[in-house]
């Protein structure tokens, strides 16, 4: 070939002499990053009252799949709203806004072929439309359903003795509503179970629908 | 133990009688991950004028990883500013915002062990060291320096053409000024260089810094 009608590539060939003028299509694609690490990617959207165990939940089903192998990430507040979102605060706009970025990081980590998980109030059915919107097929929808009650017992940051004092408002459950999920994918209940069965259940369902082996 | 004196513990334990009650502290470590995935996360910050050869000498790169075994992701304009970002337009405190949010996203992909690379103009010096400050050591600036003139000879999206006939304002190069780096972990040149020749310099880098083997 000669240089001239190849001009249209040459932003791709740094050295005109040399033969592999399309490096540019070398990127690595979403399917090869997937073949190397041996999964489906698929976004597992947990969502729950502050206390529900959300967290605790997600945090256990990590370490369920990267003890079997896998690659995973695990957003939540600690590493996203003192972070990416630290500049959100909770207007309804910047709530929205929050659920949005958490979706698209969530985005660009199934891209890179890894399971992700995001464990967030979330109490919002469009914000969580919003996400699945997004993401689309591989949204799991996760509502870890524990009684308000039994919430409020467990209160491990004492969130819910604040929000009766009225020391803070607009908190869910209390001043906020919580919108639980129409047809979420799963739907666990934690009264009364470990919460190693919790996050089996939710790995065994992993692999019904093949997104890990 | 009774469970009184382990009050503090119930949210992390949903079942009274289990033993297990820090299951919250088994969420899986950065060290864990990167045992799994083989490598030390940086972050490769390419930095170059538009037409440089950033996002190919990053493909390349990403390319060479891959295939050498390692988890790596690539953020350029392709998934970030058509998602993430396109919120974002190119004022001022947008651009900051816009280098913010890449810092922030390459964080967590760090976090989760992989090695990332940002492909953007991010002609702002200030940026670059915000962008820095906030990854740490870890932080790698790539100055992919074409001569701007090289740069528009290749024009691979014709907006040099456009920033010349005035269809375009605030490019860099043209009527925005681009701020080389002072001090670039990475100095290179792509002028008279085959592409494999200049990523395998950067391959090179991270091996002799123990990010990779």
Same mark, same amino acid.
């Given at each position: 070939?000669?240089?001239?009608?190849?001009?249209?590539?040459?932003?791709?060939?740094?050295?005109?002499?040399?033969?592999? $003028? +399309?490096?540019?299509?070398?990127? +690595?694609?979403?399917? =090869?990053?997937?073949?190397?690490?041996? %999964?489906?990617?698929?976004?597992?959207?947990?969502?729950?009252?502050?206390?529900?165990?959300?967290?605790?939940?997600?945090?256990?089903?990590?370490?369920?799949?990267?003890?079997?192998? @896998?690659?995973?990430?695990?957003?939540?507040?600690?590493?996203?709203?003192?972070?990416? %979102?630290?500049?959100?605060?909770?207007? *309804?706009?910047?709530?929205?806004? %929050?659920?949005?970025?958490?979706?698209? +990081?969530?985005?660009?980590?199934?891209?890179?072929?890894? $399971? !992700?998980? /995001?464990?967030?109030?979330?109490?919002?059915?469009?914000?969580?439309?919003?996400?699945?919107?997004?993401?689309?097929?591989?949204?799991?929808?996760?509502? !870890?359903?524990?009684?308000?009650?039994?919430? =409020?017992?467990? *209160?491990?940051?004492?969130?819910?003795?604040?929000?009766?004092?009225?020391?803070?408002?607009?908190? /869910?459950?209390?001043?906020?509503?919580?919108?639980?999920?129409?047809?979420?994918?799963?739907?666990?209940?934690?009264?009364?179970?470990?919460?190693?069965?919790?996050?089996?259940?939710?790995?065994?369902?992993?692999?019904?629908?093949? @997104?890990?082996?």
């Amino acid at each position: 070939m000669s240089t001239a009608t190849n001009s249209n590539n040459t932003a791709t060939n740094f050295n005109s002499k040399a033969t592999n $003028i +399309v490096w540019h299509d070398a990127a +690595v694609t979403p399917a =090869e990053r997937q073949d190397k690490l041996g %999964n489906k990617p698929c976004i597992l959207w947990y969502t729950g009252l502050s206390g529900s165990g959300k967290s605790t939940v997600a945090n256990a089903v990590d370490r369920m799949l990267h003890d079997r192998g @896998y690659a995973t990430y695990l957003l939540d507040g600690d590493n996203v709203r003192h972070g990416l %979102n630290k500049d959100l605060g909770f207007s *309804d706009a910047d709530r929205v806004e %929050n659920i949005r970025r958490i979706a698209e +990081v969530s985005r660009l980590f199934n891209d890179a072929g890894l $399971i !992700v998980s /995001t464990a967030f109030i979330s109490p919002f059915m469009s914000d969580r439309d919003s996400a699945r919107a997004l993401i689309g097929d591989d949204f799991i929808e996760i509502f !870890v359903d524990t009684p308000l009650e039994e919430c =409020e017992k467990r *209160d491990p940051k004492g969130l819910y003795k604040k929000a009766r004092a009225g020391e803070i408002s607009n908190f /869910t459950g209390i001043d906020s509503p919580y919108e639980a999920p129409g047809a979420p994918e799963m739907h666990v209940q934690t009264q009364g179970k470990s919460i190693e069965e919790v996050a089996k259940q939710i790995v065994d369902y992993l692999i019904a629908q093949n @997104y890990i082996k």
